[in-house]
């Protein structure tokens, strides 16, 4: 057999010993562990996992929020099955400690073991951070599984309706694939709350010099979502050349861009905006 026949192989057993079930009980025990405090109630967790924190790899789980009991409001995970890997987004109104946590789990295929941790940890004084209101803005979208997820298996398009949104960002001639209407959560803060179902995400339009670095994907054809981590530079403006830790949640309807969740996790408490959240940069994204 040729060598390329044999990668092939190996992908497709990897993919095919990745099944949803599987990577839905990672992520109920990713869960309950964030929920205890207690990596040890996540036993596909393997000893030697990474993990990262806002683009920051920590000495160990001892070091991560998963070691803090959090009361979990409300929780959405979406699973990857060819990559094997899945995403999950929390919210915590805790008022004393509120977050707001995107975390991608990969999955080592030679173990079938957690390998990677990644989270975009967000806090008070992250980009438009607001807990309750996350969670109140959530509760009003309807992320239901409709008949076009039910049939609709075309991964590389929903993918790519995501990456247009960025692609967008330093290049005027993509046209994103948004949806009326279409809402977006930043944080905390809805976009275009002023009439639910006139709703637009290109409220003030978007940059057009914004290079969106690093990205790295999980895809969920079955749910309609794809979750995009990435390096978002000029978000922050008291560092406006780092790029920020950033993941953008999208939810795919027909095709076309219906919710996008974001958190950002700003390098200096309020991203250099002294308090005004919203600057005039290029308006709001
Ligand atoms: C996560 O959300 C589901 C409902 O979507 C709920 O049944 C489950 O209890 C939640 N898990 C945690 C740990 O809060
Ligand atoms: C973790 O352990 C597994 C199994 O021993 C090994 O294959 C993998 O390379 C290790 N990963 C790291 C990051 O050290
Ligand atoms: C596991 O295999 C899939 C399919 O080949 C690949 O996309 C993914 O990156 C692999 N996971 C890791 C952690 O290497
Ligand atoms: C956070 O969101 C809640 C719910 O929408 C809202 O009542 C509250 O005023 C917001 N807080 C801030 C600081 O914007
Ligand atoms: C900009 O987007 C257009 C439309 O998708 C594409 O044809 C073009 O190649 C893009 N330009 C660059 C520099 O990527
Ligand atoms: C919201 O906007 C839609 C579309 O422009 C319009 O038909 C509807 O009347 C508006 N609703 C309210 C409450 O303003
Ligand atoms: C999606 O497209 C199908 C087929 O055109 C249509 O019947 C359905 O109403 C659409 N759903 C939404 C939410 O737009
Ligand atoms: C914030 O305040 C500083 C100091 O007054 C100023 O230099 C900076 O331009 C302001 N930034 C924004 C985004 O308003």
Request: aromatic content about 10%.
């Amino acid at each position: 057999m040729h060598w390329t026949s044999i990668l092939a192989l190996a992908g497709s057993v990897a993919a095919g010993s990745c099944p949803r079930a599987f990577l839905e009980s990672l992520t109920s025990q990713y869960l309950a562990a964030q929920t205890a405090g207690d990596p040890s109630l996540f036993p596909s967790l393997a000893p030697n996992a990474t993990f990262i924190e806002n683009d920051v790899t920590l000495a160990g789980a001892s070091h991560a929020v998963l070691t803090q009991p959090l009361v979990i409001d409300h929780n959405r995970s979406v699973h990857d099955t060819v990559q094997c890997a899945a995403f999950s987004e929390l919210i915590v109104t805790n008022p004393k400690n509120p977050y707001v946590i995107h975390t991608r789990l990969l999955v080592s295929n030679a173990t079938r073991h957690v390998a990677v941790v990644d989270s975009v940890v967000t806090r008070p004084g992250d980009w438009a951070f607001n807990a309750t209101g996350y969670l109140y803005w959530d509760a009003l979208e309807n992320w239901a599984i409709g008949p076009y997820e039910k049939v609709a298996t075309d991964r590389a398009a929903l993918q790519a309706a995501a990456d247009a949104y960025f692609n967008r960002f330093d290049n005027t001639s993509v046209v994103i694939p948004l949806g009326t209407p279409c809402a977006r959560l930043e944080g905390g803060a809805y976009t275009g709350r002023g009439n639910l179902t006139a709703n637009t995400c290109d409220i003030g339009g978007f940059p057009d010099d914004i290079k969106v670095t690093t990205r790295r994907y999980i895809v969920d054809e079955a749910a309609g979502v794809v979750d995009i981590f990435e390096g978002f530079p000029g978000l922050d403006r008291s560092e406006p050349t780092r790029a920020v830790p950033d993941s953008h949640l999208f939810r795919v309807v027909n095709g076309s861009i219906r919710y996008i969740h974001t958190v950002s996790h700003c390098f200096n408490a309020g991203c250099g905006m002294n308090g005004t959240l919203f600057g005039k940069r290029s308006g709001r994204w």
